[in-house]
């Protein structure tokens, strides 16, 4: 077991440039996932790190010896399937012992790890069955433990969860992080679903069109996302965005709005950019009773979901549609007004035109006394 | 049908006539249901029974009979013309040679064909594969009676290209069709190149069937080469080998046009020296359109029927062990 290092990969098919200069590392024991929207070369990375197709340019290393040119067969990696890939001709048993018997592991030893390994996944029963008999779930569970048995450098994972149904998913997704915190195999885990990603990574990677937007745990990720696709992608429903503009050097209003202006900070009074993007998640709105210092705005509701543990509210901010999530709802309608605040330091400001993150040291270092302007 | 439609003939209020009537006209569709369905394959029943069946039933009939063709005379005989075949050297011999030219051209044919398969699928991306392909498959196309007169010259023992490759090679030369000993080989030849194409197709049929992320997980498990081609891959074309072993044993047991062509056609179809090339199809033409005994042609027809049928019901069973249907 070691780490995995990936310096400047880049893969063309073609005249299409699908990576571009992806560096990463997964260290020993860590549970990575790459998460991203469809054909952002997030699987195509994971079938270099399987060796299922080589680079164009770049170098990937395992524990410090260059592997770039290492055969799939010889890497020694678990690879679980997005359809599980089992040998839909063998026995749950054979589709375990196969990748022993290419090995040549003893036929004891072959017996020892799939009874060990049948126990740790619960398919002890189902040894005899072929994978055509088994449910999703169960085949689920065999492609894990076919990757396991041989006790590989690391995991790969291509969006193993996408074909269970959404429970059989939920309850799969604590199982795998509870295998690994108990197996400690480095894993590179790839999904769309930004869900699994919060739930599972240890670290999060965002790529989009061939590049790494941002790395980091999920709470880092989440709460400072670098650029508007981040804030947005990660977070169910997503951060909430409005587009708003400079008034004078120390105040900013909603774009097109001439109504209340709020103060700018500080980052952003010295920038020379006139247009920014400000955002706030809706769980982080709280509904205003007066006196609270915060981002204050009045929204007028348009629908209510009711989701029973929470509502999701729909509003209208200036021109603006945002989401308020919040447990309780009392007294509010579609057509009514509320007032609402964000407490400063849940505000993300972003440039408009290169749509990155305004630094931390500068957007959060608010005059507090300012933030009492109406 | 709608509700409103099927209720009309019936009085309101009254639940069994309408349920009856219902039923009735339920019954009415599935009998027309069942006529247009018989109405539709009657052509091809047709067909089949005029030209194929009956006449297959007819052929069991007459075997049974002394058939004079001249005198239009037929006298039942029993199952004479049946000892007459056991007692017949020759047709023991014709057996012998169908199963001499079976047990070869069968196993060669399925071993090049899945050979030239793997070869042409590794090259369908390179430059010149799918012509390959093409080229591969053309002799199938070709009618078998030109082209047996073409290979009659490439095997003739003085001018023919096969023997002047032997004395390049620096290897004896053989006398091909004129030899009692290399006549059915040089059949099997010809059978091998005239045929192969169409089972190398089927097999590159059966492999591009296979799952891509199987193959990929079998490397990922550390197979590869013989391991991952006999563990994963034969298994999962197990079906396509067993249809195309099927299908090569039912039509290399009927083979008649080349082996007639090739050994002695022009000569009036007598076959290769010493009826060395004398194979069951061959002395069922010889008996009935030669020496004119019809009778006792349906009698062999009928043993090559029933042993076609055996060997069929043989591989069947094999398969049913043996092969994985996804």
């Known amino acids: 077991m070691g780490s995995i290092k990936l310096h400047t990969i880049s893969k063309k098919f073609g005249q299409r440039q699908v990576l571009h200069d992806i560096n990463m590392e997964i260290q020993d024991g860590e549970f990575v996932v790459v998460v991203g929207p469809s054909g952002c070369g997030k699987s195509t990375l994971l079938r270099i790190v399987a060796g299922l197709e080589s680079p164009s340019s770049g170098d990937l290393e395992f524990d410090g010896r260059a592997a770039t040119h290492m055969p799939a067969h010889a890497r020694n990696i678990g690879m679980v399937f997005q359809n599980y890939a089992l040998y839909p001709h063998m026995t749950v048993f054979d589709n375990l012992a196969f990748g022993m018997t290419a090995r040549k592991s003893s036929r004891q030893e072959i017996q020892q790890r799939i009874s060990?390994?049948?126990?740790?996944?619960?398919?002890?029963?189902?040894?005899?069955?072929?994978?055509?008999?088994?449910s999703g779930g169960q085949r689920q569970r065999v492609a894990v433990g076919r990757a396991l048995v041989r006790n590989p450098y690391m995991f790969l994972m291509d969006e193993p969860l996408s074909n269970l149904d959404a429970l059989l998913r939920e309850r799969m997704r604590v199982e795998l992080r509870r295998l690994h915190d108990r197996v400690r195999i480095p894993t590179l885990y790839v999904t769309h679903?930004?869900?699994?990603?919060?739930?599972?990574?240890?670290?999060?990677?965002?790529?989009?069109?061939?590049?790494?937007?941002?790395?980091?745990?999920?709470?880092?990720?989440?709460?400072?996302?670098?650029?508007?696709?981040?804030?947005?992608?990660?977070?169910?429903?997503?951060?909430?965005?409005?587009?708003?503009?400079?008034?004078?050097?120390?105040?900013?209003?909603?774009?097109?709005?001439?109504?209340?202006?709020?103060?700018?900070?500080?980052?952003?009074?010295?920038?020379?950019?006139?247009?920014?993007?400000?955002?706030?998640?809706?769980?982080?709105?709280?509904?205003?009773?007066?006196?609270?210092?915060?981002?204050?705005?009045?929204?007028?509701?348009?629908?209510?979901?009711?989701?029973?543990?929470?509502?999701h509210v729909h509003a209208n901010w200036g021109r603006f549609p945002i989401t308020w999530v919040t447990p309780e709802a009392p007294g509010l309608m579609p057509g009514s007004q509320v007032a609402l605040t964000v407490s400063w330091n849940h505000v993300h400001w972003f440039h408009r035109d290169t749509e990155q993150r305004v630094p931390e040291d500068a957007a959060l270092d608010f005059p507090v006394e300012a933030g009492g302007i109406r | 049908m709608m509700d409103g439609d099927l209720s009309a003939g019936a009085p309101r209020g009254t639940a069994r006539p309408n349920i009856l009537s219902r039923l009735g006209r339920l019954q009415h569709y599935a009998l027309t249901e069942t006529l247009v369905g018989y109405g539709l394959i009657l052509p091809s029943?047709?067909?089949?029974l005029v030209f194929y069946y009956g006449p297959a039933i007819f052929l069991l009939y007459i075997s049974f009979f002394h058939w004079n063709i001249f005198a239009n005379r037929s006298t039942f005989v029993g199952i004479h013309n049946f000892l007459v075949l056991a007692n017949q050297p020759l047709f023991w011999q014709s057996l012998l040679n169908t199963g001499y030219y079976v047990l070869l051209v069968v196993p060669v044919t399925t071993l090049l064909a899945l050979g030239l398969a793997l070869l042409l699928r590794e090259a369908r991306n390179i430059r010149g594969g799918g012509l390959s392909q093409a080229l591969v498959f053309l002799p199938h196309v070709t009618p078998v009676v030109a082209t047996?007169?073409?290979?009659?010259?490439?095997?003739?023992?003085?001018?023919?290209?096969?023997?002047?490759?032997?004395?390049?090679?620096?290897?004896?030369?053989?006398?091909?069709?004129?030899?009692?000993?290399?006549?059915?080989?040089?059949?099997?030849?010809?059978?091998?190149?005239?045929?192969?194409?169409?089972?190398?197709?089927?097999?590159?049929?059966?492999?591009?069937?296979?799952?891509?992320?199987?193959?990929?997980?079998?490397?990922?498990?550390?197979?590869?080469?013989?391991?991952?081609?006999?563990?994963?891959?034969?298994?999962?074309?197990?079906?396509?080998?067993?249809?195309?072993?099927?299908?090569?044993?039912?039509?290399?047991?009927?083979?008649?046009?080349?082996?007639?062509?090739?050994?002695?056609?022009?000569?009036?179809?007598?076959?290769?020296?010493?009826?060395?090339?004398t194979t069951d199809s061959l002395l069922i033409y010889q008996t009935a359109f030669l020496y004119l005994h019809f009778s006792l042609a349906s009698a062999m027809s009928f043993v090559l029927f029933v042993l076609i049928l055996a060997v069929t019901l043989v591989q069947k069973f094999i398969a049913d062990r043996m092969v994985f249907y996804r």
């Open chain 1, 193 to 311: 679903d930004q869900t699994e990603a919060m739930t599972m990574a240890d670290r999060i990677v965002v790529m989009r069109d061939g590049r790494i937007l941002q790395v980091g745990t999920p709470d880092e990720v989440y709460s400072r996302p670098n650029s508007v696709f981040v804030a947005q992608f990660l977070g169910s429903p997503p951060m909430n965005l409005v587009r708003v503009e400079r008034r004078s050097e120390a105040s900013l209003v909603l774009e097109g709005s001439e109504g209340t202006a709020f103060p700018a900070p500080d980052g952003i009074r010295r920038a020379t950019d006139s247009a920014w993007w400000m955002g706030f998640r809706p769980e982080r709105i709280i509904r205003s009773h007066g006196g609270a210092s915060g981002l204050a705005m009045t929204a007028s509701i348009r629908a209510i979901e009711t989701l029973g543990s929470r509502y």
């Open chain 2, 148 to 277: 047996s007169i073409i290979w009659a010259w490439i095997f003739d023992p003085n001018f023919g290209l096969a023997n002047a490759v032997l004395r390049w090679l620096h290897l004896p030369q053989i006398g091909w069709l004129a030899s009692a000993h290399w006549a059915l080989p040089s059949v099997m030849i010809y059978t091998v190149w005239h045929s192969v194409g169409l089972y190398t197709v089927l097999f590159l049929a059966g492999l591009s069937t296979l799952p891509k992320q199987v193959l990929e997980a079998a490397q990922m498990d550390g197979a590869r080469g013989w391991l991952a081609f006999r563990r994963i891959v034969l298994p999962l074309i197990s079906p396509i080998t067993f249809f195309v072993i099927l299908l090569a044993t039912i039509t290399t047991m009927q083979t008649f046009s080349q082996i007639y062509t090739l050994t002695g056609g022009p000569h009036g179809g007598a076959g290769g020296p010493a009826f060395s090339t």
């Open chain 2, 45 to 48: 029943l047709l067909v089949f």
């Open chain 1, 116 to 134: 060990e390994v049948a126990d740790l996944l619960e398919i002890g029963s189902l040894l005899k069955s072929k994978p055509g008999a088994l």
